[in-house]
């Protein structure tokens, strides 16, 4: 592939709305970027994070060479030859002593890194793996399992045409997750016919443009929300009508809500009671509502009770299926397993989604149990730096038999890795997020590769390739009749595939191999990674074909077509609002509103309950603040960053004052885990007793000159695998027991 300085078009990998860019190339340097006006979905927008992708792109830390560990711990650089046969025969060898259910997996894609990951379950699959988890198992399957019950999808909000947007635990401004999020943000602000409500301890950019800021009590959300919906309840202002035709279990919901003392639940979450009323009035006033809950409550006490009752501001005052309000949605590839919570070997953990919960993973190692997992793949991911308690997730991937990491660096991860495997950046090959959430228009976007991948690197999809042929689990000459079908065209190919799979069913295990090998060599401009689109298009089209056909694409083959030639991403899907009733996935499409376990927890709301801090560890810490120069693990380089370089701990005026801490100074954070030293940031944004410090930080980077450094704190040195949620098994990063004090010059 030739460089050229002509504006091309990808997307940034920063955040899950991975909005549409175009740049320049200097060479292999990202030299211009600026947001692609084109795309469907973001429309030239973007955020300053965009600007700084070439610290990813280009950065002293990429591997070029596949690693294997010596006995004392380095590593050498071996040929993928010898790389991928190894590693096929270790998993083979721990498959067949052991099952193929003790290889556990953990990742599938870092932000807007999905398409590689596809291909993973082939490999899995061929060894009998049953067992993963990643990111979203630290965030999301509180919220995934109490979706399921209510009406079995995922649900967004359309803040763009919103009258009152709400937001829980949720910082927008900074974490952005719907398309165009400032921008709407400031419209919403300016007009005075909207509004917007925000509950968060914290004095965030978004909550300083709020209309209602309910500035609540670390930890105190459910408290909060169950008031709102109580008055909801208490004072007749549910939409019936809608409740009637579209709701059941109404009434154990109302019981519950009736009994709910707002003056004391106000009280308890710190909200003064009488603000909390005018904001679920002007909920039930609005005729439209949109609410998005995210890792601020998501990551703390009470979770998935707070995703069950944040639901219910909506869900009673009918803002469903109507503009301006909350939505299913289409989706392009499933973000989340279907089927029920089952359970981890060892520790019996919940496993919702298909995701078992990031935080048991070293208890589910570090044990004599015979279910034990022995081998491990990581892919895309850091769980030594992103899992809670990252001493003992170090501890617990030292001690297997065989970990291998995919990955474009040399990540915390990697150097406990047996085999380290380079995989080419995600402007080196074709590449896609799932992350397809919006409605009534959802939009993929396919990026092109901007460059060749960096010598010595391979793209993921050639990668889960080389391993399934060295399994030897597919007869090539059966995929000869597909690679025929495949260069005779899409049609001949459609046929040519069901035909094939349905004569040797074992074909259907390893399906990513199957299309990778054989439609993936007869497609144009280096796009065989993206095979199992084609897939996944054919998918959509049977599942949502009238609204696929609204979107302008006849059929599958179409779509997949448009897909490989829309270089600034497509609209895959066009709802209209009654489309949502389709969507609910009960035999009577209607939303379930009753589920006993949260009805339960709601009650013992009311009971006296034990604090969560204590004289030992007196203040809150949120762990993984999101701000302007912070991007989770991606960019490794702490060049980009133009601001707070060493991610200070923030702690507010009367805490400071307290503690003697002074604005630039430094502090120790002292929690049940473990100690690290911040330097400090004093503002009014913090409420006592509440203190954060920032994700992104706490990695280990080698510059130029190949000296180390490890700017801030890795936030889960301090935080503990035990402090989880009761039924998803998510982490409380945002609700860590600490101690501050401050340090001498």
């Known amino acids: 592939m030739t460089e050229t300085q002509e504006w091309q078009s990808t997307a940034c990998i920063l955040c899950e709305c991975n909005c549409g860019i175009v740049v320049q190339l200097d060479g292999r340097t990202l030299s211009k970027i600026r947001g692609d006006k084109a795309h469907p979905a973001s429309q030239g927008y973007t955020c300053n994070k965009a600007l700084r992708l070439d610290h990813y792109q280009n950065n002293s830390s990429r591997l070029t060479s596949p690693m294997r560990r010596r006995p004392d711990g380095s590593y050498e650089e071996i040929d993928w030859d010898t790389a991928i046969s190894e590693?096929?025969?270790?998993?083979?060898?721990?498959?067949?002593?052991?099952?193929?259910?003790?290889?556990?997996?953990?990742?599938?894609?870092g932000q807007g890194n999905h398409l590689g990951g596809a291909y993973s379950g082939a490999f899995l699959k061929a060894l009998g793996a049953r067992y993963r988890s990643n990111a979203l198992a630290q965030e999301k399957t509180g919220e995934f399992w109490v979706d399921a019950q209510l009406y079995g999808g995922h649900t967004?909000?359309?803040?763009?045409?919103?009258?009152?947007?709400?937001?829980?635990?949720?910082?927008p401004w900074m974490s952005q997750s719907f398309p165009r999020a400032r921008t709407v943000l400031q419209d919403i602000a300016k007009d005075p016919q909207r509004s917007m409500?925000?509950?968060?301890?914290?004095?965030?950019?978004?909550?300083?443009?709020?209309?209602?800021?309910?500035?609540?009590?670390?930890?105190?959300?459910?408290?909060?929300?169950?008031?709102?919906?109580?008055?909801?309840?208490?004072?007749?202002?549910?939409?019936?009508?809608?409740?009637?035709?579209?709701?059941?279990?109404?009434?154990?919901?109302?019981?519950?809500?009736?009994?709910?003392?707002?003056?004391?639940?106000?009280?308890?979450?710190?909200?003064?009671?009488?603000?909390?009323?005018?904001?679920?009035?002007?909920?039930?006033?609005?005729?439209?509502?949109?609410?998005?809950?995210?890792?601020g409550v998501q990551q703390a006490p009470n979770s998935t009770l707070v995703s069950y009752l944040n639901?219910?501001?909506?869900?009673?005052?009918?803002?469903?299926?109507?503009?301006?309000?909350?939505?299913?949605?289409?989706?392009?590839?499933?973000?989340f397993a279907a089927g029920g919570v089952g359970r981890s070997p060892v520790t019996g953990a919940p496993i919702i989604a298909g995701l078992l919960p990031s935080n048991v993973v070293p208890q589910e190692i570090l044990t004599d149990h015979p279910d034990r997992f022995r081998a491990m793949i990581v892919e895309s991911s850091n769980p030594a730096h992103s899992i809670a308690d990252s001493a003992a997730v170090r501890d617990a991937l030292g001690a297997l038999e065989l970990l291998v990491v995919v990955d474009v660096a040399m990540t915390e991860t990697a150097r406990l890795a047996h085999y380290v495997l380079p995989a080419a950046s995600q402007f080196e090959k074709p590449e896609a997020t799932f992350f397809n959430l919006e409605f009534p228009h959802n939009t993929f976007h396919l990026r092109h590769a901007l460059m060749t991948p960096l010598p010595g690197t391979l793209p993921e999809p050639e990668i889960w390739a080389r391993l399934v042929r060295a399994l030897g689990v597919v007869d090539d000459a059966e995929l000869d009749p597909l690679r025929r079908a495949a260069r005779d065209g899409l049609d001949a190919y459609l046929g040519a595939f069901f035909s094939a799979v349905g004569a040797n069913p074992a074909l259907g295990r390893v399906l990513p191999y199957v299309l990778y090998e054989t439609l993936g060599p007869a497609l144009p401009d280096g796009l065989a990674g993206a095979a199992a689109l084609w897939g996944l298009a054919q998918k959509a089209a049977?599942?949502?074909?009238?609204?696929?056909?609204?979107?302008?694409?006849?059929?599958?083959?179409?779509?997949?077509?448009?897909?490989?030639?829309?270089?600034?991403?497509?609209?895959?899907?066009?709802?209209?609002?009654?489309?949502?009733?389709?969507?609910?996935?009960?035999?009577?499409?209607?939303?379930?509103?009753?589920?006993?376990?949260?009805?339960s927890?709601?009650?013992?709301?009311?009971?006296?309950?034990?604090?969560?801090?204590?004289?030992?560890?007196?203040?809150?810490?949120?762990?993984?603040?999101?701000?302007?120069?912070?991007?989770?693990?991606?960019?490794?380089d702490p060049g980009w960053r133009k601001r707070d370089a060493d991610g200070a701990l923030r702690v507010s005026v009367e805490d400071a004052a307290a503690l003697g801490l002074v604005d630039g100074g430094r502090a120790r954070i002292t929690t049940a885990a473990g100690s690290a030293e911040a330097s400090v940031e004093v503002t009014d944004v913090m409420l006592p007793g509440h203190a954060s410090l920032p994700n992104g930080f706490g990695l280990d980077f080698t510059d130029a000159n190949?000296?180390?450094?490890?700017?801030?704190?890795?936030?889960?040195?301090?935080?503990?695998?035990?402090?989880?949620d009761e039924f998803a098994g998510t982490p409380w990063h945002k609700h860590v027991p600490a101690r501050i004090e401050a340090l001498t010059a």
């Open 87 to 109: 590693i096929a025969e270790g998993f083979s060898r721990v498959r067949d002593e052991y099952g193929g259910d003790k290889i556990f997996y953990y990742g599938g894609g």
């Open 156 to 171: 967004r909000g359309e803040f763009e045409h919103a009258e009152v947007s709400v937001f829980v635990g949720k910082n």
């Open 197 to 295: 409500i925000v509950i968060d301890p914290v004095l965030t950019d978004t909550a300083k443009m709020a209309d209602f800021h309910l500035r609540v009590r670390p930890g105190t959300d459910a408290w909060c929300i169950s008031a709102l919906a109580a008055v909801l309840v208490q004072e007749d202002l549910c939409d019936e009508a809608f409740l009637t035709e579209h709701v059941t279990g109404v009434e154990p919901v109302r019981d519950a809500l009736r009994a709910v003392d707002v003056d004391d639940f106000a009280q308890r979450c710190g909200v003064d009671a009488e603000l909390l009323r005018a904001a679920a009035r002007r909920i039930a006033g609005a005729a439209s509502v949109s609410v998005f809950e995210d890792l």
């Open 311 to 335: 639901k219910m501001l909506w869900i009673l005052t009918g803002n469903f299926a109507k503009r301006g309000g909350q939505h299913l949605h289409s989706s392009f590839a499933p973000l």
């Open 542 to 599: 049977m599942t949502y074909p009238d609204a696929v056909r609204r979107a302008g694409h006849a059929d599958g083959n179409a779509l997949f077509t448009a897909i490989l030639e829309g270089r600034s991403g497509v609209t895959f899907t066009v709802h209209e609002y009654e489309d949502d009733w389709n969507l609910v996935s009960h035999s009577d499409r209607r939303i379930a509103l009753e589920i006993p376990e949260m009805l």
């Open 601 to 636: 927890e709601l009650g013992a709301l009311a009971t006296d309950r034990p604090p969560l801090i204590s004289d030992d560890y007196p203040i809150v810490l949120s762990a993984g603040e999101r701000r302007a120069f912070t991007a989770n693990d991606i960019i490794r």
């Open 706 to 724: 190949g000296e180390q450094q490890v700017p801030g704190v890795a936030p889960n040195n301090l935080t503990s695998a035990d402090w989880r």
